[in-house]
Nanobody, 124 residues
Framework: QVQLVESGGGLVQAGDSLRLSCAHS????????VGWFRQAPGKKREFVGG????????YYADSVKGRFTVSRDDVKKMGYLQMNTLKPEDTAVYYC?????????????????WGQGTQVTVSS
C-alpha cells in the first residue's frame, strides 16, 4: 500500500515562496509520475503541475507557469512543489498524487494514490 504525506504548507504573504514536499512510503516511487493539485474553498480541485517518471518532463497549469516548479528525488522518494511569487489566489489545500504512467496527466482519475493535503494561505 502506497501512502503519500504532504508537508510544507503555511501562511505567507503575497510575493513570498514556499516549498511543498510529498513523501512516498512505498518502494516503487520511481515507477510513478507525480502530480500536484489544489482545491480552493468553494471550488473544484484543479491540476497545478506534474513531473514524469523519469523526471525529464514537467507540465504546468497556465495559472502557475513560470512561478511554480515540480521536482522529484527518487533516492529520497520525495516529490516537491516549489512555489514562488505567491498570490492570494494561490490559497488552497494542495495535494500530491502519483500515477502509474510515463507522462503527466491533468486528469484526477489517472492518479491512483493521493495525500491528505496541506493548506497554503497567501495573504495580500
Amino acid at each position: 500500500q502506497v501512502q503519500l504525506v504532504e508537508s510544507g504548507g503555511g501562511l505567507v504573504q503575497a510575493g513570498d515562496s514556499l516549498r511543498l514536499s510529498c513523501a512516498h512510503s512505498g518502494r516503487t516511487f520511481s515507477r510513478y509520475a507525480v502530480g500536484w493539485f489544489r482545491q480552493a474553498p468553494g471550488k473544484k480541485r484543479e491540476f497545478v503541475g506534474g513531473i514524469s517518471r523519469t523526471g525529464g518532463y514537467t507540465y504546468y497549469a497556465d495559472s502557475v507557469k513560470g512561478r511554480f516548479t515540480v521536482s522529484r528525488d527518487d533516492v529520497k522518494k520525495m516529490g516537491y512543489l516549489q512555489m514562488n511569487t505567491l498570490k492570494p489566489e494561490d490559497t488552497a489545500v494542495y495535494y500530491c498524487a502519483v500515477a502509474s504512467d510515463w507522462g503527466v496527466s491533468e486528469m484526477e482519475y489517472e492518479y491512483e494514490y493521493w495525500g491528505q493535503g496541506t493548506q497554503v494561505t497567501v495573504s495580500s
